[in-house]
């Protein structure tokens, strides 16, 4: 097949006679030489060219150069040129003599003939270049606001529904006061009542939880989900918030929202919250409160995702908090170590080790310890050379041997070795808190002193929690999978018992013979 022809950016500086009609006589023609680069630019679309004259798509991948040439001979594009010869090129007694240049007469009226004003003919820039601006100026309102990245297609959509409309874009103005007061008096009212009114209508289930807001207080959210037959979904909206959160508070915001917008008791159907003293008190807590007014609703149970996380916190208890207590210790070493972090970094390239910040589980969601577990096992090797900077020196040639069993499992060459030496002089060398003296020997008794306990226990963790994790995962999505529980609840139970039972002890056996006992009783029954 034919080669496609590729550019030359010498091309643009080439020059191509063309003949256009003389200035001021139209009967004669002239034949001037115009530079390529004046008119032609290259996009980033293989084959092709911009001519900003025409606006036109010139493909040179058969023809090279010559197509270019060719474009510029044609009379879409002379016409053009000489366009831009007559009408952008004005007389100066049409504007008047510009103040920076000198007057050709004593006389000040008397401007001098000669002296023009040239307008700028407007750029026609191509399609591929506004949308690359469009894009840099998305990227630095987020790097000037301290926006997460997730905000630049949630910018882009708004400004594609603003654009649709440009007059009202024009005249479009809002300071953060008024921001504040349409908010809640405007936005948040309107929100309320459309969703009282469905509420009014509809069955509905109330979801209470705690959460943390931007500014980093602890807000306890009500929200309610309900069928739209609109949408044909359900959909979930905020109904209320309280920040000092007792039974009490939180029952009376509640009776509060159902009779401020006449919201009926009657069309309550569930209420799911935690386990906690506040929700489930058995004398003062908001279900024996909230008792007096739905007395139709029945005691199933918690949360059942509370429950696996409560489950893996008993499961892990045994442990005695192992390497719970190290991830808390590495978490404050790094975060007031700042230099200790790019050491850390520089070690893991040395070893091949995808470096990413070090991770601190959330104490009451233990199943977050799954995913530091995870962070750590991959990084156990470089924060094991990082901290043998920290063994006493007098104990440094007893653990050597994981160093040099690291070092050939990596296959780190001798400049690695040599610059890892100079990381250990320069970490040895720092002066540290007693706090941070105190919390180093912590660390380095987990990574040293009883470090096959320590993987044992990293192990575990990342082989059965995963278990749990998959189902907290499931049931802590937007849409509701109440269909899924009971079959979800049954295969994680047989998931989680065929870790501790043998397949070969079980096959061709039945009740009777693994559970006599039971079944005994079951026969009674």
């Known amino acids: 097949c034919e080669r496609k022809k590729k550019f030359k950016f010498e091309w643009l500086n080439k020059s191509v006679k ?30 092709t060219v911009n001519c900003q004259l025409c606006s036109d798509t010139i493909y040179y991948g058969k023809r090279g150069f010559s197509a270019i040439s060719s474009h510029l001979q044609t009379k879409k594009h002379l016409s053009k040129i000489q366009a831009k010869r007559e009408n952008y090129t004005l007389p100066a007694n049409f504007f008047g003599v510009s103040k920076s240049a000198a007057p050709c007469s004593a006389v000040p009226s008397a401007p001098c003939a000669s002296s023009s004003t040239t307008i700028q003919m407007p750029v026609n820039v191509p399609q591929s270049d506004r949308i690359t601006n469009a894009q840099s ?36 103005n809002m300071s953060r006061t008024a921001a504040s007061y349409k908010m809640r008096l405007g936005l948040a009212k309107t929100f309320m009542d459309e969703t009282a009114e469905n509420l009014r209508s509809s069955k509905f289930s109330l979801n209470i939880d705690e959460a943390t807001s931007n500014n980093f207080k602890r807000v306890l959210s ?12 359900v959909i979930i909206e905020h109904l209320a918030s309280v920040i000092r959160v007792t039974s009490e508070s939180l029952f009376k915001e509640i009776v509060k929202v159902f009779e401020d917008h006449n919201i009926p008791w009657d069309n309550l159907m569930s ?5 906690c003293n506040v929700m489930r008190g058995s004398k003062s807590g908001l279900e024996a409160r ?40 590495v978490f404050n070493d790094f975060k007031w170590s700042p230099d200790q972090k790019e050491c850390c970094s520089e070690i893991c390239l040395i070893l091949g080790i995808k470096f990413t910040a070090i991770e601190n589980m959330v104490p009451f969601r233990w199943l977050s310890c799954y995913d530091v577990s ?7 090797d470089a924060l094991s050379i990082l901290y043998f900077a920290f063994i006493p020196h007098s104990d440094k040639s007893i653990y050597f041997s994981i160093l040099a069993s690291i070092y050939l499992e990596k296959n780190v060459s001798s400049e690695g070795k040599a610059r890892i030496k100079e990381i250990h002089q320069y970490l040895s ?7 941070g003296i105190s919390r180093k020997e912590r660390i380095v008794q987990k990574l040293f002193k009883e470090r096959m306990r320590t993987q ?70």
């Open 137 to 172: 100026l998305i990227l630095g309102v987020l790097a000037e606001n301290n926006l997460p990245f997730t905000m630049s297609p949630v910018l882009i959509e708004l400004s594609k529904v603003l654009a649709s409309d440009k007059k009202a874009l024009n005249h479009l």
């Open 271 to 275: 209420i799911l919250m935690d386990s």
């Open 18 to 47: 063309i003949k256009l009609p003389a200035k001021g006589n139209n009967t004669s023609v002239e034949e001037i030489a115009v530079k390529v680069g004046d008119s032609i630019k290259k996009i980033d679309i293989s084959g």
């Open 290 to 329: 909230i008792r007096e007014k739905t007395t139709h609703l029945l005691d199933i149970d918690g949360d059942s995702c509370h429950h696996i996380h409560n489950s893996a916190k008993k499961l892990c208890k045994p442990f005695k908090g192992h390497v719970e207590k190290y991830f808390t210790n």
């Open 222 to 233: 009500v929200l309610v989900s309900y069928f739209s037959p609109i949408q044909n979904k």
């Open 374 to 380: 995870l962070s750590h096992l991959r990084i156990l």
């Open 429 to 435: 060398e720092k002066k540290m808190t007693p706090e």
């Open 456 to 525: 044992l226990v990293l192990h575990f963790y990342t082989a059965v929690l995963p278990l749990l994790k998959k189902y907290v995962c499931l049931f802590q999505t937007k849409e509701p999978l109440i269909h899924k529980l009971y079959d979800e609840q049954e295969q994680l139970f047989l998931d989680f018992l065929s870790c501790f039972l043998k397949h070969e002890v079980l096959k061709g056996k039945n009740v009777n013979h693994l559970f006599p006992s039971m079944y005994q009783k079951m026969k009674l029954c």
